[in-house]
């Protein structure tokens, strides 16, 4: 299959029907999971529905954007996956970021590296003009990794219904944004 996308260590390719378990696997780990549902995922959900709708996604915007998974280069092994994605219904040219690694991959830069490729791609090929990463306000690693890549926090967030469970749920999240022309002065 192609990539959607290259860094110096990773290959960002389309999930395929195939990959539910990579996906159920992923989001069985407790650390994982902390500030997001705060669960593991039943394995049904991407069997059933989760991975579904991750293919339509590269329907319905021609391969563009959508969930990516990443392997590292040297083994091909998965190391998680990246977001790039407009919501349903708003336009093409604001988009949202997002990561879920592997535990066994967090600290070795992996994720800045995906994140700073996504941007890259997002603002000279796709036409994307603003992107925007949501998270708890204690995922101080994810918080991290927005700030390595240039965003910057714009406001704060409700905890979302399918969140309530996370870690510092009570606390609220945050979102950092970064515009074309922003991102254009840091290169
Ligand atoms: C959020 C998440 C993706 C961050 O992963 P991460 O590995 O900590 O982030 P990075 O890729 O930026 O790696 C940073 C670390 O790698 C280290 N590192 C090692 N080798 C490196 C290299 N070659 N280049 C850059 N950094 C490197 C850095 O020193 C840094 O360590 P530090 O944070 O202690 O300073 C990860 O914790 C995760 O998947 N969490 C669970 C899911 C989640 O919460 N997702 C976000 C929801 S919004």
């Excluded at 990773?10 to 195939?18: H, I, P, Y």
């Excluded at 603002?123 to 918080?143: C, I, K, P, Q, Y």
């Amino acid at each position: 299959m192609d990539a959607f996308l290259d860094t110096e260590r990773l290959t960002l390719r389309q999930f395929t029907a195939d990959d539910a378990d990579l996906l159920t696997e992923l989001d069985s780990d407790p650390a994982v999971m902390r500030y997001l549902t705060g669960e593991p995922t039943p394995p049904e959900h991407y069997r059933e529905r989760g991975l579904r709708n991750i293919l339509a996604c590269y329907e319905r915007w021609g391969g563009d954007f959508g969930l990516f998974a990443a392997q590292d280069k040297d083994h091909g092994a998965f190391v998680g996956w990246f977001l790039l994605c407009p919501e349903q219904e708003g336009p093409l040219d604001e988009v949202e970021l997002g990561y879920r690694l592997r535990q066994a991959e967090w600290g070795r830069g992996y994720a800045t590296e995906g994140s700073k490729a996504l941007l890259a791609k997002a603002f000279t090929e796709l036409g994307v003009r603003r992107v925007w990463a949501d998270t708890m306000s204690l995922n101080d690693r994810s918080r991290k990794v927005m700030e390595k890549v240039g965003m910057t926090m714009t406001g704060t967030l409700d905890t979302p219904p399918d969140m309530r469970k996370a870690e510092g749920a009570e606390y609220g999240g945050v979102r950092y944004e970064i515009t074309e022309q922003q991102w254009e002065r840091l290169q």
